[in-house]
């Protein structure tokens, strides 16, 4: 059977990132079938628009998509791939590798961020010369598919539970909502949860990562934390991050911190490697979780 995996380098890095990653695959198996696609910075200066109607429609029918980096229109190419496939979950594994000289050694944990919603939903305003608003969006039926995602993923992954991770103590309605339907979700699956706000698990778990394995949280403090975590492990370039959607097909991204320069060392192909190889085991019929941490 053959997979069809989109393939958009991007910008900077994302054109040595992605055919790193293809070099993994290849190496997997014959059983992959390559389409190369355009986004990002340079496309938009050529075409005035970053990302072209047919990358889109595209990635919407492949079994599964690398995307590289993208500089100035991160936001007008990775958000429209995202709902394209509505991935509803991005799955990020931060773990050390050996021969990485890594802040934290033994670092081992799995980031479930909410993936549609939050201040992400880009309902921004600006009022007045002196007043802006950004309106942050929380729905009970993403944080319930989130959930669900969970307990199948530490269930499959053999894992105990997992850390729910928010700020309901100050966000009473939105991650009230969150808190209170992840919670829920699990208690009725009998998935062990345990819970910390978020400014808390900042401090925490650079102290001690061995503490937390599962790790399920909002949209932006998923953005953010997991970025902690890169920085003990070894860099971003060593975070591989998959956005998942609900048959099963994957946005997978390199995760640069510079993506308009193209480089070595901290911000090498391995993050990119090291999800390839994971997208390939979720390639087949019926896989809906990706253990990432064993590759």
């Known amino acids: 059977m053959t997979h069809e995996i989109a393939l958009i380098p991007g910008d900077g890095i994302g054109q040595e990132v992605v055919p790193a ?4 695959l290849s190496a997997v198996g014959p059983g992959f079938e390559f389409v190369e696609l355009s986004a990002g910075d340079h496309v938009r200066d050529e075409r005035g628009n970053p990302l072209p109607a047919e990358t889109v429609e595209a990635v919407s029918t492949a079994d599964a998509t690398l995307f590289g980096a993208a500089g100035e229109t991160a936001a007008d190419v990775i958000l429209p791939l995202r709902r394209a496939v509505d991935s509803f979950v991005n799955v990020r594994p931060a773990r050390t590798y050996p021969g990485v000289d890594a802040l934290r050694p033994g670092t081992d944990l799995v980031f479930l961020r909410e993936n549609t919603e939050g201040v992400y939903a880009g309902h921004e305003s600006r009022l007045t010369d002196d007043v802006s608003t950004l309106t942050r969006v929380v ?57 910390v706000l978020m400014d808390a698990f900042a401090t925490w778990f650079p102290l001690d990562p061995a503490q937390f394995g599962v790790v399920v949280c909002p949209n932006l403090a998923g953005d953010v934390l997991s970025d902690l975590a890169a920085g003990l492990v070894g860099g971003l370039g060593l975070l591989p991050s998959a956005n998942v959607g609900p048959r099963d097909d994957a946005l997978g991204r390199h995760v640069a911190g510079v993506p308009g320069v193209r480089l ?12 390839a190889g994971a997208r390939s085991e979720n390639a087949g019929p019926g896989r809906r979780g990706v253990d990432c941490r064993g590759h």
């Open 139 to 195: 729905t009970a039926s993403a944080s319930e598919r989130l959930a669900e995602y969970a307990c199948e993923y530490v269930e499959d992954a053999g894992r105990d539970g997992f850390t729910v991770v928010h700020k309901a103590n100050v966000m009473r309605e939105t991650d009230g909502l969150f808190r209170e339907t992840v919670l829920g979700v699990a208690e009725e699956r009998g998935v062990e949860t345990t819970e």
């Open 264 to 275: 070595t060392g901290p911000d090498s192909p391995n993050g990119r490697r090291v999800g």
């Open 21 to 24: 990653a293809i070099e993994v």
